[in-house]
């Protein structure tokens, strides 16, 4: 899993809450080489945050859609239907606040995963 989050706090609990479920996980606090990242990784799962320095959440998103196939949940606390459509169109599979209660978005992490290969 991926989790391309630049609120250090933030990152930190899903990088410990994440991990301590069993998952694989790498960082990155910018959305500058996250699209070269995804693409070359392959994660089955990206945690995105739709608004970071560099490219942000939608410009990753689109960058990487047609060329990658695992999930993609985008992290935001915009509550603008034009962010969360736009997310949606460019292929993100959902839209999530950061403040979604653990349980819930471990097991939706889960079932989102196409291959065991995240989780140990």
Excluded at 44 to 61: F, Q, S, T
Excluded at 87 to 115: D, K
Aim: with cysteine; charged share 20%.
């Amino acid at each position: 899993m991926l989790i391309v989050e630049d609120d250090d706090q933030l990152a930190e609990l899903l990088l410990e809450y994440l991990g301590q479920q069993g998952f694989q996980l790498s960082r990155l606090a910018s959305g500058d080489g996250a699209a070269e990242a995804i693409l070359q990784k392959q994660p089955d799962l990206v945690i995105l945050d739709l608004m970071l320095p560099g490219a942000n959440g939608l410009d990753v998103c689109r960058q990487v859609r047609d060329a990658y196939s695992g999930a993609i949940v985008m992290l935001t606390t915009s509550q603008s239907e034009a962010d969360h459509v736009a997310g949606l169109e460019l292929g993100a599979n959902a839209l999530e606040s950061p403040s979604l209660p653990w349980a819930r978005f471990t097991i939706w992490s889960l079932t989102s995963c196409r291959t065991g290969s995240i989780y140990h």
